[in-house]
């Protein structure tokens, strides 16, 4: 109950046809990653990496190669 916390298992996530991309704030160094719709260009957050484990973590949930990212700023 108090000071245990479940593991979050990824959502299910349709990538068919979007570009994973990691988004850099050049202000803050703040870095999300998600997933990009080259037609419309909507970006879709699906989670903020504060270290290189959660850039793992991002690459194995969501079956993504490291050159297929693209990084935005």
């Known amino acids: 109950m108090f000071g245990r916390r ?3 298992t990824a959502a ?4 068919d046809g979007k570009i994973p991309v990691i988004r850099s704030s050049i202000c803050t160094g703040e870095q999300t ?12 957050e699906l ?5 290189g484990r959660d850039f793992e973590e ?3 949930q969501y079956q ?3 050159s297929e990212i693209r990084w935005e700023w």
């Open 33 to 44: 990653a998600g997933f990009k719709d080259p037609s419309s260009g909507k970006f879709e």
């Open 12 to 15: 299910s996530y349709q990538r």
């Open 6 to 8: 479940k593991k979050q």
């Open 47 to 51: 989670m903020l990496l504060r270290d």
């Open 64 to 66: 993504v190669e490291e």
């Open 58 to 60: 991002f690459l194995r």
